[in-house]
């Protein structure tokens, strides 16, 4: 594999910043092709994460079900991306699925390998440990803000809630048609 198209490629994803081409070489060598097509389910809720999917070239989009059964895209994820990077701390249930929108070209990384990575103590493995950390902090950084900003004015933020949620059902009754 050509390292250096990869480091430049992996450079401008968040979880690999600051790492070495010598560094990449070591990511790289984990590298599983998965050529994506549309409409594929590349990971779905409730699996065990057993990898990462590094999306190279496609899109692909993130869908939850709802406690009523319907699916919710949460974003549209252009590449360059990374999903379920979680996999690579905690190996625990998948929280959404995650669909091919666009044909593309990903890389996987399982688990496993990365682990020996590790426990082998090479400097790549921390690093992205270590970006992964300040990627966590970020969200939960941002999740305070908006559940603070939800509690600043619980009236007026349970009143845009139920507006919302008729709405949606009022939407589903008329595909349904119910109305």
């Known amino acids: 594999m050509d390292h250096s ?3 430049k490629f992996l450079s401008h ?3 690999f910043s600051n790492l070495s081409d010598e560094e990449i070489g070591e990511i790289v060598r984990l590298f599983k092709p998965a050529t994506m097509k549309a409409g594929e389910i590349l990971v779905s809720e409730g699996d065990t994460s057993q990898s990462m999917l590094i999306i190279e070239s496609g899109q692909v989009a993130v869908v939850k079900t709802t406690h009523q059964g319907d699916e919710k895209v949460l974003a549209i994820l252009d590449a360059p991306t990374v999903i379920g990077e979680l996999s690579l701390l905690d190996g625990i249930k998948r929280s959404a699925t995650v ?5 593309g070209q990903a890389w996987r990384i399982e688990r496993a390998d990365f682990e020996v990575l590790r426990q ?3 400097p790549a493995a921390f690093k992205v440990l270590h970006n992964l950390g300040l990627m966590m902090a970020e969200r939960l950084r941002s999740t305070n803000a908006r559940i603070s ?10 009143e845009l809630m139920q507006k919302r949620q008729k709405e ?4 589903r009754l008329k595909e349904r048609g119910d109305m």
């Open 13 to 15: 994803l968040p979880v």
């Open 5 to 7: 198209h990869y480091a």
């Open 99 to 103: 669909r091919c929108a666009k044909d």
């Open 120 to 122: 082998n103590f090479h």
């Open 149 to 158: 900003e939800f509690f600043s004015q619980p009236g007026d933020s349970l």
């Open 168 to 171: 949606l059902w009022e939407q």
